[in-house]
C-alpha cells in the first residue's frame, strides 16, 4: 500500500535508479509521466530537485535533502501500514541500530542482550558501518538509532546524548607503557603505530595533533578493524588507538594487551552520540532502548558506562 503522493514516488524512484526510463520500467509507467511530475514537483518546491546528464540524472543538494525527508516519511508509512495491517499499534517490536565499529563490538550488543532479558520479544537488526553512514540512516530512516562518534554541531538527527570518549593507546603486555597513567602524543609517536585510514574522525584528529606537535608520522599499518588492530598488537607489530568506552581495562589482560591514556586536547572535539530522527515518531520498542543506550553511554556520572 502506497502511502506517499505520486510524485514523490515518482521522486524517490529517479533518485533510487539515476534514470526517468529506469524508473517507469520499475513503477510500470510511461517516462512522460514520470518526468510531469518531475517538473511539477522542482516548480513546486522553487529548486532543480536533479542535474540532467546525456545518461542520466543526479540529485542536486536540494534534492539530497529532499530524499531524506521522503525516506523518512516512507520509513513512517511502512510504519503505519504494518501496525494497521496487524493490528499491533504502538507494539510493533523489531528495532533497527546502526553504530560504527567502537560501538557494534561490546557495547550495543551487550545493550541488546540486556534488553532482551525484559523484554524477549523484541528483535534487533544491526548495521555495523562507518560514523557518518550511521547517522545517514537514520536521518533517511533507515535505521531507528545510530550509536556513532561526530565532531562539531548535528543538525538534521536529535542527539540524545553525548559524550566525549577517552582515546587510549593498545600496547603488548609487558611493553615499557604498560601501566603508565597516561603517555603523550610525541612520546607515543616514537613506537611503531598502527592507525585507522584517513577520513576517520580519530585519524583526523590524530593527524591534527601531531601537525601541532610538529611530529612526523609513517603508520606501519592502516587498517579500520579493532579485531585486526588488537591482533597487530598483541603479537607485538606496534601500537594502536581506540576509544575507551570504559570496557577495556577489565578484559585487558584476557585480551594479550595492556590500555594507556593518551593525554592531548584534540581528542577532546569528538563525542560520541546516541542519534534519533528529527520529529519522527518513535514506537516503544524503540524509545525504550535509546533510553537504555543513553544510560550506557551517558550515565549521570558523566563516564561511559562499563557496558
Known amino acids: 500500500m502506497q502511502l506517499l503522493p505520486v510524485g514523490l514516488s515518482y521522486f524517490l524512484e529517479v533518485a533510487r535508479t539515476g534514470s526517468v526510463t529506469e524508473a517507469a520500467r520499475s513503477l510500470t509507467v510511461a517516462p512522460s509521466a514520470i518526468s510531469r511530475q518531475i517538473t511539477k514537483l522542482e516548480s513546486g518546491c522553487g529548486v532543480p530537485l536533479f542535474v540532467r546528464h546525456p545518461r542520466g540524472m543526479t540529485l542536486t543538494e536540494a534534492g539530497s535533502r529532499l530524499l531524506a525527508h521522503v525516506r523518512r516519511s516512507e520509513a513512517e508509512a511502512s510504519a503505519l501500514v504494518n501496525e494497521l495491517r496487524t493490528g499491533r499499534g504502538a507494539d510493533a517490536r523489531n528495532v533497527t541500530v546502526a553504530c560504527s565499529e567502537g560501538f557494534g563490538r561490546r557495547i550495543v550488543p551487550r545493550a541488546m542482550a540486556a534488553f532482551r532479558h525484559d523484554h524477549p520479544d523484541v528483535t534487533f537488526h544491526l548495521d555495523v558501518v562507518p560514523r557518518q553512514e550511521a547517522t545517514r540512516r537514520v536521518i533517511e530512516g533507515i535505521a531507528d538509532v545510530a550509536v556513532t562518534y561526530a565532531m562539531g554541531p548535528q543538525h538534521d538527527v536529535r542527539v540524545e546524548c553525548a559524550v566525549v570518549i577517552p582515546v587510549v593507546a593498545i600496547v603488548p603486555l609487558g611493553h615499557r607503557l604498560a601501566g603508565r597513567g597516561q603517555v603523550g602524543l610525541?612520546?607515543?609517536?616514537?613506537?611503531?603505530?598502527?592507525?585507522?585510514?584517513?577520513?576517520?574522525?580519530?585519524?583526523?584528529?590524530?593527524?591534527?595533533?601531531?601537525?601541532?606537535?610538529?611530529?612526523?608520522?609513517?603508520?606501519?599499518?592502516?587498517?579500520?578493524?579493532?579485531?585486526?588492530?588488537?591482533?597487530?598488537?598483541?603479537?607485538?607489530?606496534?601500537?594502536?588507538?581506540?576509544?575507551?568506552?570504559?570496557?577495556?581495562?577489565?578484559?585487558?589482560?584476557?585480551?594479550?594487551?595492556?590500555?594507556?591514556?593518551?593525554?592531548?586536547?584534540?581528542?577532546?572535539?569528538?563525542?560520541?552520540?546516541v542519534q534519533t530522527a528529527l520529529g519522527r515518531r518513535l514506537p516503544w520498542p524503540v524509545t525504550e532502548f535509546t533510553g537504555l543506550l543513553v544510560s550506557l553511554l551517558c550515565p549521570p556520572d558523566g563516564n561511559a558506562a562499563a557496558g
Open 186 to 273: 610525541a612520546e607515543l609517536c616514537e613506537y611503531p603505530l598502527a592507525l585507522a585510514s584517513t577520513g576517520t574522525s580519530q585519524r583526523e584528529l590524530f593527524d591534527i595533533g601531531a601537525q601541532i606537535e610538529g611530529l612526523t608520522v609513517r603508520p606501519v599499518l592502516v587498517c579500520d578493524g579493532l579485531g585486526p588492530l588488537h591482533e597487530f598488537v598483541r603479537c607485538g607489530g606496534g601500537i594502536a588507538l581506540v576509544g575507551d568506552l570504559g570496557d577495556l581495562h577489565r578484559e585487558a589482560s584476557a585480551e594479550g594487551v595492556a590500555y594507556v591514556r593518551l593525554d592531548h586536547p584534540v581528542f577532546r572535539q569528538r563525542e560520541a552520540q
